[in-house]
């Protein structure tokens, strides 16, 4: 039978068997997030178009070629979400979160949508784990979120990501550095794609993060923002290289990192993976932007990672995943009473919490029992006439061989964790 038609390009299944693996990958990063003190925050997966065109700003790659924008019914101009920290900064204003006081600390695990080539590490649908920590002006604060992405990485076994850090100033440093960066590009305006030169007038910064791999090597020579630096920008950059120094976080400087928004200031960061040769994820500071969408002048900074990619990084270095949750009981039946008894025996054991199936495809004995070894089940129970009548049956270690006899009645629950925790004391 063919297919009525594939996932769509640019997008992939997580099915079972892998999303055991990005149910821990998730947990890690959940866990550092919720030791630094940051909670959940769940965004809708779309958004009014405005609040990424004034959040993202208009020179983007993202913003110019990859959103998923459409009119809705309504006539309204609505996004899918390409990124996490415009709707999060949207949810923390238009839900007075900082009513209660800075700072602000969110995390979230979502989708985003990008329409770009799909190729190692980049998909049109990703996902990505985000932080964002509001209110915190301090140099502090940058320490601890590059920090935290450092520690998930290790913890996930990830040894050879490094940080990429740079600074790219507040608004005032960077109107010097605008007029240099013309200048030098304008020198060099006809090797420029047409979206550089497009660029050119409106915000040359974006020439930086060109992908071009001409207007790359024409990048190489330009001006840094590191020469332009006003003296708060400069001193707040070395407060949080010394932050880290006493972290024990090594990074290397890379005056050409500028990040792919508009929104960022002064410190940002990367995380590239030497394997892999691209960044697992990144950040910074937006200080700028909550006064953009609406709020007041807040200072604010974060990160997203890419999972897709770190995943891949995972399964590259072969990380051993601990096994997922198998079937720790299954209740295999003869006849329609042995499994009405089944079903309500696996009820039972699911009201204690203990995993336990039967079966539900009408199969015999030797295909129920070939069913359980293929879900792992680390013990059988086997109903028919016989064990119905007796109201008990012999529980079976699936490793040991072991048997016990336990009761089916009201007992049953305390009879199986009696008998499977003495057989586990025998096959020890």
Not at 46 to 71: S, W
Not at 246 to 256: H, M, S, T, V
Not at 313 to 337: D, H, M, W
Request: proline residues 4%; charged residues 25%.
């Amino acid at each position: 039978m063919e297919l009525l038609t594939k996932a769509p390009k640019g997008t992939a299944d997580i099915v079972p068997g892998a999303s055991e693996k990005w149910q821990v990958m998730e947990s890690v990063f959940r866990n550092e997030a919720e030791l630094n003190g940051f909670s959940e925050v769940r965004t809708p997966v779309f958004e009014h178009t405005e609040l990424f065109l004034r959040g993202m700003g208009d020179t983007t790659d993202v913003v110019e070629k990859q959103m998923y924008t459409f009119e809705d019914k309504g006539g309204r101009s609505i996004t899918l979400r390409p990124e996490g920290t415009a709707g999060a900064v949207r949810a923390m204003l238009e839900n007075g979160l900082y009513n209660a006081g800075y700072p602000v600390k969110m995390y979230y695990s979502i989708p985003c949508y990008r329409y770009e080539k799909p190729q190692a590490g980049r998909f049109r649908e990703f996902r990505t784990f985000g932080v964002e920590l509001f209110g915190a002006a301090e140099p502090a604060a940058d320490a601890q979120i590059i920090a935290m992405g450092v520690s998930a990485l290790r913890r996930l076994g990830l040894e050879d990501v490094s940080v990429q850090l740079n600074s790219i100033g507040c608004p005032d440093c960077r109107k010097e550095y605008h007029k240099a960066l013309k200048e030098y590009f304008t020198a060099h305006k006809e090797q420029l794609c047409q979206t550089c030169l497009s660029r050119l007038d409106r915000n040359p910064m974006r020439i930086l993060d060109c992908k071009n791999p001409a207007c790359q090597e024409i990048a190489k020579a330009a001006p840094k923002i590191t020469d332009y630096l006003c003296e708060d920008c400069r001193a707040h950059f070395e407060k949080v290289q010394s932050y880290l120094t006493k972290l024990g976080i090594e990074f290397e400087l890379d005056p050409g990192l500028v990040r792919g928004l508009d929104y960022y200031t002064r410190t940002v960061f990367e995380f590239p993976s030497k394997s892999l040769g691209y960044a697992l994820g990144g950040g910074g500071r937006y200080d700028g932007l909550v006064e953009e969408l609406g709020g007041n002048p807040t200072p604010a900074l974060g990160f997203g990672m890419g999972l897709d990619r770190i995943m891949a990084a995972l399964e590259q270095k072969n990380t051993e995943f601990p096994a997922p949750n198998r079937c720790e009981v299954y209740v295999a039946s003869i006849g329609e009473k042995a499994l009405e008894k089944a079903m309500e025996l696996v009820d039972s054991l699911h009201k204690c919490g203990i995993a336990a199936d039967c079966d539900l495809c009408g199969r015999g004995l030797k295909a129920q029992m070939k069913y359980a070894n293929k879900v792992g089940a680390s013990y059988t129970l086997v109903l028919g006439d016989e064990e119905i009548e007796k109201n008990s049956a012999d529980l079976k270690n699936m490793k040991t061989g072991e048997t016990k006899r336990i009761s089916l009645g009201e007992s049953f629950t305390d009879d199986y964790l009696t008998a499977s925790t003495a057989q586990n004391d025998l096959s020890i």
